[in-house]
């Protein structure tokens, strides 16, 4: 079964800087796009960012574009979201997903559990 | 961006019965997308993808419909398991863009 486990997540104030941690596992990593969805505590989900298969390709939520950076290491099949200059508003749950072709399209099929970012002084 | 707007917002329903949740998109997408279900503390979990298509494992009373910009997912007999908070999910084109929820309450 897809196994997602992300870490990181931590209390950090505003303008400071975290690094999430994703590591996959039962499936081959390197050949799928993955993603970071995050959703604020009560609130709905909200697309951060995602990475194509070889990790040249990057794509970002205006929100975040030249903040965040997401990364991936294919050997260690591990993602990452490397976020600076967090602000209130980045205060979330963070999830790790992977993204299927399926149906023709692109879908994320599997999620980890989340790690939560909380951005207060 | 593609907004996506859910209704309603709250549902209150009884086991068996039949509940339906609609979902539209300030433009058209096709038939590009997916329905997730979540519950308290918990990821989500994919339901439908491509407006109609069933994921794997998931159970056939559920069922989507639609095209373009207004799209449907029903329960056609509600189980003890199904009181969550439902999604739909845009992935026509960035930025992907998510419905604000439903939550499925028991009456």
């Known amino acids: 079964e897809v196994h997602l486990v992300e870490s990181g997540g931590d209390l950090v104030q505003p303008g400071g800087s975290l690094r999430l941690s994703c590591a996959a596992s039962?499936?081959?990593?390197?050949?799928?796009?993955m993603t970071w969805v995050r959703q604020a505590p009560g609130k709905g989900l909200d697309w951060v960012a995602s990475i194509t298969p070889a990790g040249s390709d990057k794509y970002y939520v205006d929100s975040v574009r030249g903040r965040f950076t997401i990364s991936r290491d294919n050997p260690t099949n591990s993602l990452y979201l490397q976020m600076n200059n967090l602000r209130v508003d980045d205060t979330a749950v963070y999830y790790c997903?992977?993204?299927?072709?399926?149906?023709?399209?692109?879908?994320?099929?599997?999620w980890g559990q989340g790690t939560l970012v909380t951005v207060s002084s | 961006d593609i907004q996506m707007t859910q209704s309603p917002s709250t549902l209150s329903s009884s086991i068996g019965d039949r509940v339906t949740i609609t979902c539209r998109a300030s433009?058209?997408?096709?038939?590009?997308l997916a329905w997730y279900q979540q519950k308290p503390g918990k990821a989500p979990n994919l339901l439908i993808y491509k407006a109609s298509s069933l994921q794997s494992g998931v159970p056939s009373r559920f069922s989507g419909s639609g095209s373009g910009t207004e799209f449907t997912l029903t329960i056609s007999s509600l189980q003890p398991d199904d009181f969550a908070t439902y999604f739909c999910h845009q992935y026509q084109s960035y930025p992907y863009t998510f419905g604000q929820g439903t939550k499925l309450e028991i009456k």
């Open positions: 039962a499936f081959t990593f390197s050949t799928y796009w």
């Open positions: 433009q058209s997408i096709s038939s590009w």
């Open positions: 997903a992977r993204v299927a072709p399926l149906g023709s399209g692109y879908v994320i099929d599997y």
